[in-house]
C-alpha cells in the first residue's frame, strides 16, 4: 500500500504501518456503524411478564401497535408492557404466537415489529405524547430527525473518503490522504452527534412518559456498536492525517538536503 510517494522516494514503514491500521479501523468503523443503523436494538425495555401484559384490556393496545396511525403514546405503551425495542428504523414487541383468551399464554413468544415509515421520521413531537393539541415539542423533533439523518452522512463520509484513498493509492501519493482523514474525523463527529441525539431523546420521552415501576429500560446493543464507531473514527482520521502530513514534512526536508 503506497509503497512509493509521488516523487518517487521510497516511503518510511511507518507511515505504510499507520495508514493500514487506519484503513482497518475505517473498515470495522463502517461494519458496526451499518450493522448498528441496520438492527432494532438500540434501547429495550424489560418487563416481567409480558405475556401476562396481554390481557383483554392490552389487546387493544397490540392491535393499534401495527396501526399506521398509532401515535407515539400508544407505541411506546405497548413497548412498555411487551419487552419491548426501539432501532433508528424499527420498533418491536414481544408476544405470545396465540393470544386468544382461551388459550395458555405459555404457548411461545414471538416478536413482532413495526417500520417508521419516512414520514414518521419527520413527524413531529409533542409536548404532550400522543396530545396533537398540546402544541410542539422543538427538541424532541429536531434530536428524532437528526438521529435518523446523522448516521447516513457519517457513512457518506466514509465511504467518500474511501474513494479519495483509492485515488491516492492510483496516484501513488499519501497527501490526499489528508483529506481521507478529514472526512473520517467529520464522520467521527456525526456519530458522536448521533449518540448525544438519541441519549438526550430518551431521556426527554421518558419525562413525558415515565417508565412502570415494574419495567426497567436500558441501551442495547445496538447503540454499543455506534458508540464504540465513533472512536474508531477518531482514531483512522488521527492516522491518515499523521502519516500523510508527516510523510511529505520528511520528503521536503530530504529534498532540501539533496538542493543544499
Excluded at 438492527?39 to 416481567?48: K, N, P, R
Excluded at 490522504?177 to 431521556?203: D, N, P, Q, R, S
Aim: glycine residues 8%.
Amino acid at each position: 500500500l503506497f509503497p512509493y510517494s509521488s516523487k518517487g522516494a521510497m516511503m518510511d514503514n511507518r507511515f505504510a504501518t499507520a495508514l493500514v491500521i487506519a484503513c482497518v479501523l475505517s473498515l470495522i468503523s463502517t461494519i458496526y456503524m451499518a450493522a448498528s443503523i441496520g438492527t432494532d436494538f438500540w434501547y429495550e425495555y424489560h418487563t416481567l411478564s409480558p405475556a401476562e401484559n396481554v390481557s383483554e384490556a392490552g389487546r387493544s393496545v397490540l392491535e393499534e401497535f401495527g396501526s399506521e396511525e398509532a401515535d407515539e403514546k400508544t407505541y411506546t405503551d405497548a413497548l412498555f408492557r411487551c419487552n419491548g425495542t426501539v432501532g433508528l428504523w424499527r420498533r418491536c414487541i414481544t408476544v405470545p404466537k396465540n393470544s386468544h383468551w382461551y388459550s395458555s399464554p405459555e404457548t411461545g413468544m414471538t416478536t413482532n415489529c413495526i417500520s417508521f415509515s419516512l414520514s414518521d421520521q419527520f413527524m413531529e413531537k409533542y409536548v404532550e405524547p400522543g396530545n396533537h393539541n398540546s402544541g410542539t415539542d422543538l427538541n424532541r423533533t429536531y434530536l428524532w430527525r437528526l438521529q435518523f439523518l446523522l448516521p447516513f452522512v457519517s457513512l457518506g463520509l466514509m465511504c467518500f473518503g474511501a474513494l479519495i484513498g483509492l485515488c491516492a493509492c492510483a496516484c501513488r501519493s499519501l497527501y490526499p490522504a489528508i483529506a481521507t482523514g478529514v472526512l473520517h474525523f467529520l464522520a467521527g463527529l456525526c456519530t458522536l452527534g448521533l449518540v448525544g441525539c438519541y441519549v438526550a431523546g430518551i431521556e426527554l420521552l421518558h419525562k413525558k412518559l415515565p417508565l412502570p415501576e415494574d419495567v426497567r429500560g436500558e441501551f442495547g446493543w445496538s447503540f454499543c456498536l455506534a458508540c464504540v464507531s465513533a472512536p474508531l473514527q477518531f482514531m483512522a482520521a488521527a492516522l491518515f492525517i499523521w502519516a500523510a502530513r508527516t510523510n511529505r514534512k520528511e520528503f521536503t526536508l530530504l529534498k532540501a538536503y539533496r538542493v543544499a
